[in-house]
């Protein structure tokens, strides 16, 4: 039932007993759909790499109520956590913050990597699925994703944007056409987006963003130069365009600010962080960058590290409640 080479490919020690108390409630609420269909009962396939089913060959229904996810909730129910990742499950670092079974239930669409970006540290190609064989299959499995909500009375929480741009894919503007479609009051969304196409696209699915919880954007630099070096093929302009667009329009969504943070854009932090104020968003994160396989060189990305300045802006940061640093220290 469980494939072990693939735990040993992630260093998962299938025998080990965690004893933890507390019941995580991601493999009971959770849902997560790769790019090749594969379905996971986590927020990451890292950090529980197990498949429970494909939509690709069988409907959610089936997927949900599947053997393998019985399994996986099994090894939370008798508190062992065997085939979580400890090493980088966010939520046992934190051990005691586990949390529990939400109200709703939470669907992760990372089933297309398009982007009109092409960001170093994230891939060495565009890619971008624009017609053809894949995008049928795909617009398929958004057509089972919205079957299955058609019949839910649960709440269900959408999240898009892990793998590409929510608002570029095509393959995602079709499942939001389908929202504007079907209208449904028991679905909320939160996107991740590098901002582009931000107000382009509040303007089509109204309905959609009426519902969203969360806004992030990517922001890699508060200057041209680093920010459309960083975010290539990116705008700087557009982007504070749609950042003034926010400010102007009624949403009642949250937008929070992402920075994966580099060489060139570490002291960046304190400008891309005072955009807060000046845009009237919420919440800043900042990320140090990590190795995605995409030949950059890590050790050198990440020498700054040892800086003083970088080590004060930290801690200038960190006294504020809206900035979030991960994997900074
Ligand atoms: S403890 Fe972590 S890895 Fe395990 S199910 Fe919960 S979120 Fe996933
Ligand atoms: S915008 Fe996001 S998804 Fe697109 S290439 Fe950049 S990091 Fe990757």
Redesign the pocket.
């Known amino acids: 039932m469980i494939n072990k080479r693939l735990f040993e490919h992630y260093k998962i020690d299938t025998n080990k007993n965690l004893h933890i108390q507390n019941r995580c409630g991601r493999p009971f609420d959770t849902v997560l759909i790769d790019s090749l269909g594969s379905c996971y009962a986590c927020e990451c396939t890292a950090w529980l790499p197990q498949s429970i089913g494909n939509i690709q060959v069988q409907p959610m229904e089936e997927i949900l109520s599947s053997a393998k996810r019985k399994h996986l909730q099994q090894s939370i129910d008798d508190h062992s956590y065997r085939y979580c990742n400890q090493a980088q499950c966010s939520y046992l670092q934190k051990l005691g913050i586990l949390e529990s079974e939400r109200q709703e239930f939470t669907i992760r669409l990372a089933i297309d ?1 398009s ?5 170093p ?3 060495t190609d565009r ?1 971008f699925v624009s017609r053809g064989v894949v995008l049928t299959r795909k617009k398929a499995w958004i057509d089972k994703v919205v079957e299955w909500i058609n019949k839910q009375t649960r709440p269900i929480r959408i999240v898009i ?1 892990s ?3 929510p608002f ?1 894919s095509l393959v995602y503007r079709y499942f939001m056409t389908q929202a504007e479609n079907h209208q449904w009051n028991h679905v909320t969304y939160d996107f ?3 901002g582009m196409l931000v107000s382009k696209m509040y303007q089509r699915y109204q309905w959609v963003f009426d519902r969203t919880e969360v806004l992030n954007i ?1 922001v890699d630099g508060s200057t041209a130069e680093v920010y459309e070096k960083l ?2 093929g ?1 705008s700087f302009e557009k982007l504070l365009e749609n950042f003034q667009f926010l400010q102007n329009v009624k949403r009642k969504f949250q937008v929070h600010l992402h920075m ?1 943070v580099q060489k060139v854009n570490w002291h960046q932090m304190p400008a891309v962080f005072k955009m807060l104020d000046r845009y009237g968003f919420e919440r800043a994160y900042f990320n140090l960058i990590q190795d995605w396989g995409t030949n950059i060189n890590i050790n050198e990305q990440t020498e700054f590290v040892n800086q003083l300045k970088y080590n004060e802006i930290k801690a200038e940061l960190s006294k504020d409640i809206r900035a979030r640093l991960h994997q900074l220290s």
């Open positions: 990597n982007c009109n970006l092409q960001c540290s994230c891939r890619i944007g793998d590409g741009d570029a991740q987006t590098n990517s975010r290539k990116g994966v």
